[in-house]
């Protein structure tokens, strides 16, 4: 296991990540909402990496895992900026973006700011705009209004919650109603039994995107996770697809 070490941020809290040094792109794990480093994707592509000499980061986001911070101040733009200082600080060199489920949305942000350095993304149930098709009219009015909108969470005993901070910040994210300026090869792995984010969207997100080099593959039996053996295999395989 590589040490957790913390980086703190300018007047900022202090990030929880994992960092093991190697050759080629950096992979960069950005996990899901409410999700963090400790994740059987991220820990089995961090292990992956580690034994094949390759270089990988993973983190906590503020407000998660074994970060700093409170949850309800989270948003797209900080947790961007968060990824954004621990790229710069640790990682030379080209970068690998793997985004699950929020983190894909998360992934394009940081992607805008490190086109010169993209070796490619990959999407795994990737999210992007979850605010405008994920909630109901009533939620978004809610959330407009300044309330918490909480909802029934499959994975834990507690609701998970959607702060308004955190929705009127991912409104001014919104990436899938205009062209993506990203062309590095991308790659979209969507789960068609998808509960939680429908497969359609990695259609749409690979329909945006400028790139002539993206892949969608869905996986018919898939759930949102995208968490066994198989689907575990098969990001592994994907990932090995920029190392040649």
């Given amino acids: 296991m590589t040490t957790i070490m913390h980086h703190t941020l300018y007047q900022g809290p202090r990030v929880a990540f994992r960092y093991t040094d190697g050759t080629g792109p950096c992979f960069v794990f950005l996990p899901g909402y409410m999700s963090d480093m400790s994740g059987s994707k991220a820990t089995a592509l961090f292990d992956e990496a580690k034994a094949k000499g390759r270089a990988c ?16 101040d989270g948003m797209l733009s900080v947790w961007r900026d968060e990824v954004l200082a621990l790229v710069d600080s640790y990682v030379t060199g ?59 969470n499959p994975y834990g005993p507690e609701p998970t919650p959607t702060h308004a901070k955190f929705f009127a910040d991912a409104e001014c994210h919104v990436r899938l ?32 995107l400028r790139s002539d080099d993206v892949q969608v ?13 198989s689907d575990i295999a098969l990001l592994k395989a994907i990932v090995a697809e920029f190392y040649g």
């Fill in 217 to 229: 593959t869905l996986v018919e039996d898939g759930d949102h996770r995208l968490s066994r053996e």
């Fill in 57 to 72: 980061l993973l983190l906590d986001y503020s407000g998660c895992g074994q970060s700093d911070g409170d949850f309800a």
């Fill in 94 to 152: 080209p970068v690998l973006l793997v985004g699950s489920s929020m983190g894909g949305w998360l992934m394009l942000l940081v992607a805008e700011h490190l086109k010169h350095r993209l070796a490619g993304m990959i999407g795994i149930a990737a999210a992007p705009d979850f605010t405008r098709w994920g909630y109901s009219d009533d939620q978004r009015a809610m959330l407009a209004a300044g309330e918490t909108v909480f909802e029934a």
């Fill in 177 to 208: 109603e205009a062209a993506i300026d990203l062309s590095c090869p991308v790659r979209l792995i969507h789960g068609k039994q998808d509960a939680d984010v429908p497969w359609e969207i990695s259609q749409r997100l690979a329909a945006m």
